[in-house]
């Protein structure tokens, strides 16, 4: 990875629309379009390397645009047909982004494979849900959390080589909280139970892999 002094800031301008509807149960629900104009966008390109190695830098290009929908959302099981506390405790949030982009490099960088393309980094959808629950004490909470995005460009390809997309990926996240006495807390947390690898292709060569790993953690904390 190599840097770029000659990168500029870049100016954007966003224009978005929203309509919000809130419910007498709590439950909410959002709609957002959206329009990014960005001047000087800053992207990252394959530079010369060797054939082992993989060599990145920076590069201002001349516009690039980005534009889509968000929905948000949050329902709350109150509604459930039983007098259980217990149950009515859960709620589902979350919120999904379609969206699309593209970039003109211009001749920051004439031996770019694709001058006109999406922006690295931008995925036509990203996705978050959580399933949560709220114990009527007030001790217990929970949350199940996935999170997932589509195949991303990671870095533009150059010579002739193709652009390098990094695969879709998601993650599955679970926290439990337990609160026994005012100020103690303890936090259970589960992170990417799914264990999925991050995976860069350029074509069909993987370029890179990565395995994150599941992992535990245990955090106890006292308020004075």
């Known amino acids: 990875m190599r840097g770029n002094p000659d990168l500029i800031t870049s100016p954007l301008s966003n224009f978005d629309v929203r309509g919000e509807w809130f419910f007498n ?8 379009l959206f329009y990014k104009d960005i001047d000087n966008p800053i992207e990252t390109i394959e530079s010369a390397g060797t054939d082992d190695n993989v060599s ?6 001349d516009t690039a645009e980005i ?11 109150g509604y459930l047909p039983t007098d259980n506390q217990w149950l009515k ?4 949030t979350g919120n999904l982004t379609l969206s699309d982009s593209e970039i003109k490099i211009g001749n920051a960088a004439l031996n770019l494979t694709n001058s006109t393309r999406p922006m690295t980094q931008h995925s036509p959808w990203v996705v978050n849900l959580n399933l949560g629950w709220d114990a009527p004490n007030d ?3 929970a949350t199940l959390a996935y999170s997932a995005y589509d195949d991303r460009l990671f870095f533009a390809g150059s010579n002739g080589a193709k ?11 679970l926290i439990y909280s337990y609160y026994p006495l005012d100020g103690l807390s303890i936090r259970l947390r589960l992170q990417n139970l799914l264990d999925e690898q991050i995976e860069i292709r350029q074509g069909n060569v993987t370029v890179l892999e990565q395995t ?5 953690k245990l955090d106890i904390g006292y308020r004075f």
């Open 25 to 32: 149960s709590g439950d909410n629900f959002t709609v957002s």
């Open 56 to 61: 990145l830098t920076f590069v201002n290009g």
């Open 67 to 77: 534009y889509g929908v968000e929905f948000e959302w949050l329902t709350r099981f």
């Open 89 to 92: 405790g859960f709620f589902f």
């Open 139 to 141: 001790k217990h909470s």
């Open 163 to 173: 652009d390098a997309y990094e695969q879709s990926f998601g993650t599955l996240d």
């Open 212 to 216: 994150l790993g599941a992992t535990a």
